[in-house]
């Protein structure tokens, strides 16, 4: 191409982007809530739907209508090799794959179908169901399917357990604590209900465990872990029953005004699981409560084959509505544009103001903040609060001083939260205390909450908009980002796919705090992003960067994913052909709808375990993409 012709291709694209960018904030107009919210779904995995029908049948509420949908879903998600994934396009999960034949044999396929014999074939050619995780022999253990001499222990008197000591309730991460708590009781009453079935042809024979090394954190912990099941059967009684008593009250105490605890699935079933296990009755207010709940988490949708029936394993309103926003003020909609000011009043609306378990650590912190789910008070989110406060401080409403307080209480109580070094977490303040990732117990999924590039950078990129890029607290924040960095100029990122959105969301940050466009800091991340710019202009990234580097900033082109390079690369002032490329990319992708197709997973749940498709994502992200670069702004 000649210099000539590729000008005037780069002359033509920003008309191109317009065109795209109002078609796509038109549609994004169109999925607001007459409340003034957005929510996207919230894709996971089968296991959602395969532990919904277990956790029925345990209660006795299952019936025929729910367990053919589900089971209807589940079955549309088998792979040609016969496995279930854990996001689209990954590998076969043992455990996933596991569950879901436990629950396609419970809606009544037969052991002999040619799919579950093929999936049979599979789990135990890849370790059989012993290579399963923790959670998923727990789930067999509940039906008889698996022994509890063989699953680690936990006893409920870890409740009494005060909060400077190792593996107090505070000690783990918010969403592991509301897990923890009621699994305490599970494991310790040791329920079985079997099954007119047996999971036989998923057993390889191969052991569970083999001993570790003695002299390791891992191997300690696997022998204690002996001592805990000899104490289970001859606990002290007195205080076993106080220790359950006290868990159930603090259980109760947790529940949502929704009826979920921390409005995600893992602690939402386990807690009802718990309780009824304690005596609750089904028609109890917080049982009644809870199940009905989870009706509110279902997805119904027509399919060829009938009504297929799947679970969220959460729901994101808050988030969706502070990135929705963000995303239509970045496209240049008015400040007091009729969508843009029904959503400020609802988030207004949504503000917390109450004391949750985060007050532990910080017990003089004022209240502030939001939390991710429409009812989470006892959680706001860290993360979340400052993508509110970077969307809500644009906005014109007539309520000026309800405005300026929900901003001012929420910086105050993110900048309260900040951990020792530096940094921020999600939802706590030093949550780092790394010993419980050692337990047997913990095999799946991120169980403590240290501070991670992103939600720093978020937070950092908040104050600085707010006018305290030479705060002590925005400094600390900015020293631990430039720690962070790679060696080869990335940032790892915790909630989303990964270093792409890790350095997506730190460049901006560091930009606004005043690190120049020209630092070798800056531009070696701007390289990165450069280097990893796919052949048809995109990025993305696979999820097994999680496991393997060979895979950083490498994968399948993807909506969200190329806006958050563009938006990274936008904020350092990056113009260059590489930047209308990837542009051209997102207008030449767009639906007739306005949007974007997205099937890959670009959300993190738990780094390597657990992944989510956001399917907002692929909406709300090129929006500002494309806002920022035909606005000629970075945030706007």
């Not at 070798?520 to 990025?539: C, E, F, K, S, T």
Request: charge should be negative.
């Amino acid at each position: 191409m000649t210099l000539a012709v590729h000008r005037a291709v780069a002359r033509a694209v920003p008309a191109d982007a317009a065109t795209a960018l109002a078609h796509a904030v038109t549609h994004l107009r169109g999925l607001q809530h007459e409340d003034g919210w957005w929510k996207g779904e919230l894709e996971t995995n089968v296991t959602m739907d395969a532990e919904d029908l277990l956790l029925r049948e345990f209660l006795g509420v299952r019936n025929d209508e729910e367990t053919d949908e589900a089971a209807r879903w589940i079955r549309s998600q088998q792979r040609g090799d016969a496995t279930w994934a854990n996001y689209f396009g990954g590998p076969g999960d043992l455990s996933t794959t596991v569950e879901a034949w436990v629950a396609l044999r419970l809606a009544g396929d037969p052991e002999d179908t040619p799919h579950l014999v093929a999936a049979a074939d599979w789990i135990r050619a890849n370790g059989g169901v012993e290579g399963s995780r923790v959670f998923t022999r727990m789930w067999l253990a509940l039906f008889g399917l698996w022994s509890w001499d063989d699953l680690p222990n936990l006893p409920p008197e870890i409740v009494f357990l005060p909060r400077w000591f190792p593996f107090n309730l505070y000690d783990w991460a918010c969403w592991a604590r509301q897990t923890i708590a009621p699994l305490t009781i599970v494991t310790t009453l040791r329920p079985s209900r079997p099954l007119p079935f047996g999971i036989e042809p998923l057993r390889s024979g191969a052991p569970t465990s083999a001993p570790l090394p003695l002299f390791s954190w891992c191997g300690f912990f696997q022998r204690l872990d002996r001592v805990l099941h000899a104490y289970a059967r001859r606990p002290f009684r007195p205080l076993r029953r106080v220790a359950l008593r006290r868990t159930v009250d603090w259980i109760r105490a947790r529940q949502e005004a929704d009826g979920s605890w921390g409005g995600i699935q893992p602690p939402w079933v386990y807690s009802l699981l718990a309780l009824h296990l304690m005596g609750e009755q089904l028609d109890s207010p917080t049982m009644a409560k809870g199940l009905c709940g989870l009706d509110g988490f279902l997805v119904r949708e027509d399919t060829p084959e009938g009504v297929v029936r799947r679970l969220e394993a959460c729901q994101s309103p808050v988030w969706d509505t502070a990135l929705a926003l963000t995303a239509m003020l970045d496209a240049g909609c008015a400040p007091d544009d009729l969508a843009v000011t029904n959503a400020t009043e609802w988030l207004l609306g949504e503000e917390i103001r109450v004391r949750g378990d985060w007050s532990v650590r910080r017990p003089q912190l004022e209240p502030g903040g939001w939390a991710f789910e429409f009812a989470n008070d006892g959680y706001p989110d860290i993360d979340d609060t400052a993508e509110v406060v970077l969307a809500l401080r644009r906005v014109r409403i007539a309520q000026k001083e309800q405005l300026r307080g929900a901003i001012s209480r929420g910086v105050v109580w993110t900048t309260g939260m900040q951990s020792r070094d530096g940094g921020w977490g999600a939802f706590d303040a030093d949550n780092t205390r790394a010993l419980a990732d050692k337990l047997p117990f913990c095999d799946f999924g991120a169980v403590i909450d240290p501070p991670s590039a992103d939600v720093t950078a978020h937070v950092v990129e908040m104050l600085a908009a707010e006018g305290m890029a030479d705060s002590a607290a925005c400094r600390r924040g900015v020293d631990w980002l430039l720690r962070a960095q790679e060696r080869d100029g990335s940032w790892f990122g915790r909630w989303g796919a990964n270093y792409i959105y890790g350095t997506g969301a730190v460049v901006p940050a560091l930009i606004a705090a005043g690190i120049p466009a020209g630092d070798p800091r800056i531009r070696a991340a701007v390289d990165w992003l450069n280097a990893h710019q796919n052949d048809d202009g995109g990025w993305g990234e696979d999820m097994r960067s999680y496991g393997d580097p060979a895979w950083a900033g490498r994968g399948e082109s993807t909506p969200s994913q190329t806006a958050w390079a563009l938006m990274g690369l936008l904020a350092a002032g990056e113009r260059a052909h590489v930047v209308d490329r990837g542009v051209q990319w997102l207008v030449d992708r767009q639906t007739a709808e306005g949007t974007w197709d997205e099937p890959q997973f670009t959300g993190t749940g738990f780094p390597g375990d657990f992944f989510i498709n956001y399917h907002l994502y692929r909406l709300v992200f090129p929006i500002s993409a494309l806002g920022r670069y035909v606005q000629g702004t970075d945030r706007g």
